[in-house]
């Protein structure tokens, strides 16, 4: 049986949180004086003068109908990098608790445990950039509070084989399961959401930065237990989503098929790059992707992605990284980004 309790380190469970008078009194109406806000505006409109709602109650509102989830579910955060920095400082103990993670994978999960001084365990993917599960069991221990799984992967870009995540999650209940979907609105494959009642400690990651194209705001959802939610509400700093994000968030939901229109296209383009660079003699292998990446072995990696950026192409060497050699990890752009990628590699 998992037990919140026991994952959550004791002294954040027993901590009080900072509090604001607004927390009694959530209404947009009225004479605030209780904030040490400019009462006349700001120095540039009559706006952003007063601090936004540290729990994000109108945005929650409308993406948790769009995620079939209850607003209590959602964490939103300053990119989910915010959120995978507090899932950790909320349940490792530095310099006893480990975290558990399947590289090559996303960066910031080892970047964040080891700036709390949190023990990073790590079992590789197996060469096809599955989870070998048994050995994820085997592996973790008393003091793994986390087991984190991204899929679709990045750098692979494939999605990570369903029965697997569940074979986790049926099997590992001292700690948390997170599955970072960064990239399921490029994949076919349902998200981990839906799940969220039948196990408690599931933890699912997503963000606005990719399919939804607002990188630059810096937006990430965590979804969970309401008792997951509260604990990083509790410890994450009171307005982490300031008030001109969130305004733009409210507009952006309502434009769910915009955001469908480009993850078609990126597809469509993942395609017609895929296969133009098949034809390239200077690539071995290009790995299956279900995302706006793709993973692509050449013949030498690392004097291509300096010859391409000395043309101003930029892509991600990803030649020194575990299972990875030679390979150079591409974001699929618009159709005359890729081909200026592609014809540049033919000159090569
Ligand atoms: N998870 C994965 C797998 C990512 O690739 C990224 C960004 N590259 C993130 C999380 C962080 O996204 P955000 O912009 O929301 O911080």
């Not at 009194?25 to 004086?33: N, Q, V």
């Not at 986790?168 to 990239?183: H, Q, R, S």
Request: aromatic share 8%.
């Amino acid at each position: 049986m998992f037990s919140l309790d026991k994952v959550i380190r004791p002294h954040i469970l027993s901590l009080t949180p900072y509090s604001s008078a607004r927390d009694e009194y959530s209404g947009s109406e009225g004479t605030f004086l209780d904030a040490n806000e400019n009462p006349f505006g700001s120095v540039i409109s009559g706006k952003y003068n007063r601090y936004p709602d540290p729990y994000q109650a109108v945005v929650k509102e409308k993406l948790a109908k769009i995620k079939k989830v209850r607003p209590g579910q959602i964490f939103l955060g300053n990119g989910s990098d915010e959120a995978i920095d507090l899932i950790i400082r909320a349940t490792c103990e530095p310099k006893q608790d480990n975290i558990l993670i399947l590289p090559p994978t996303y960066g910031m999960y080892k970047v964040c445990a080891d700036v709390q001084n949190v023990d990073v365990k790590q079992v590789p993917l197996t060469p096809d950039f599955q989870v070998d599960t048994k050995k994820v069991l085997e592996t973790a221990d008393a003091n793994t509070k986390i087991i984190w799984i991204c899929s679709p992967n990045n750098p692979s870009g494939n999605i990570i084989e369903r029965a697997s995540i569940l074979h986790i999650l049926d099997n590992f209940k001292t700690g948390l399961v997170v599955v970072d979907e960064a990239y399921i609105d490029f994949a076919t494959e349902e998200s981990f959401t839906q799940l969220l009642d039948t196990y408690p400690n599931l933890v699912v990651m997503q963000t606005f930065s990719k399919a939804w194209g607002l990188a630059a705001l810096r937006l990430g959802m965590g979804f969970a237990s309401e008792e997951i939610i509260k604990v990083l509400n509790k410890i994450k700093y009171p307005y982490n989503l300031n008030g001109v994000t969130q305004k733009l968030l409210y507009a952006a939901l309502g434009k769910e098929e915009k955001k469908d229109k480009y993850v078609k296209q990126i597809l469509k383009e993942r395609e017609r790059l895929h296969k133009k660079l098949t034809d390239l003699s200077i690539v071995q292998h290009i790995y299956p992707s279900d995302s706006n990446q793709l993973l692509v072995k050449f013949t030498e990696a690392n004097q291509i992605f300096h010859y391409l950026i000395e043309q101003k192409i930029i892509t991600r060497l990803r030649s020194n990284v575990l299972l990875c050699d030679n390979c150079i990890r591409i974001s699929v752009g618009t159709r005359k980004e890729n081909d200026i990628l592609l014809k540049a590699l033919k000159k090569y």
